[in-house]
């Protein structure tokens, strides 16, 4: 990737990828807090991986945690918590959308590169440009 330009970005591709690969790693149960059943992070070895996900996305552990255990924050119900399956579901979908986001931009970085790099017919082997 440096030979095509890319250097400068190439950390950034290294965090988001240790992010989607941090995120297949966190884990969620079911508790029941005021009487309302939902999506809790599991505390452990998972817990760290939340926090190194977020590290590498740069931002919120917090932040992080709500994305995947909370469906919606609605000004009529408030919160609408997930039950674990659902938050694993959550956590797959956003680990594949950064996924295919990095992907995307990779394929669309790496066409621009190929493109600025094929000569022109007055740059090229015979081409009209030659004295």
């Known amino acids: 990737m440096g030979a095509m330009g890319l250097s400068e970005r190439v950390e950034s591709v290294q965090r988001v990828l240790a992010a989607v690969l941090h995120l ?3 884990r969620f149960h079911d508790t029941v807090e005021s009487g309302t059943p939902h999506a809790a992070v599991t505390r452990g070895g998972e817990a760290s991986a939340l926090e190194d996900a977020a ?3 740069q931002c919120d552990v917090a932040r992080l945690e709500a994305a995947l255990v909370v469906k919606k924050e609605d000004k009529l119900l408030g919160r609408v918590p997930l039950n674990a399956h659902q938050a694993g579901n959550n956590r797959d979908a956003l680990a594949r959308t950064l996924y295919r986001q990095l992907f995307d931009w990779l394929r669309d970085a ?11 017919a007055d740059e090229g082997i015979g081409g009209a440009g030659r004295g």
């Open 110 to 120: 790496i066409n621009s590169e190929l493109a600025a790099a094929v000569p022109t």
């Open 24 to 26: 297949g790693n966190v």
């Open 55 to 57: 590290h590498c996305l």
